[in-house]
Nanobody, 119 residues
């Protein structure tokens, strides 16, 4: 397993932007972001394949969120724009060995960071 550390959560108003960061101790095949709202299951948000930067997005965030990586820092970013109240959740990054949005395909998880969107 690869230790992961997230940062960048916080409070925002609808329409605002936030950027989350996920730093891994070593490069991994695929890094994904998930979110989990109270009383709901953990859902895939976006993912990126480390080798070539190929990305995968949930339909709910396409056009609003962008995932990217920084080789030099072993860090993956999730740029969130046009935030909506329904984006409110704990956001987790995870590392896996498959190009997948299924939580069961991820082996390492960060501790999570809270994102709250309200007016």
């Amino acid at each position: 397993q690869v230790p992961l550390v997230e940062s960048g959560g916080g409070s925002a108003q609808p329409g605002d932007s936030l950027r989350l960061s996920c730093t891994a101790s070593a490069p991994t095949f695929f890094v994904g972001w998930f979110h989990q709202a109270p009383g709901k299951e953990r859902e895939f948000v976006a993912g990126i394949r480390w080798s070539d930067g190929y990305t995968l997005y949930a339909d709910s965030v396409k056009g609003r969120f962008t995932i990217s990586r920084d080789y030099t820092k072993n860090t993956v970013f999730l740029q969130m724009r046009s935030l909506k109240p329904e984006d409110t959740a704990v956001y987790y990054c995870a590392a896996g060995k498959r190009y997948s949005g299924m939580p069961s395909d991820f082996e390492s998880w960060g501790q999570g960071t809270q994102v709250t969107v309200s007016s």
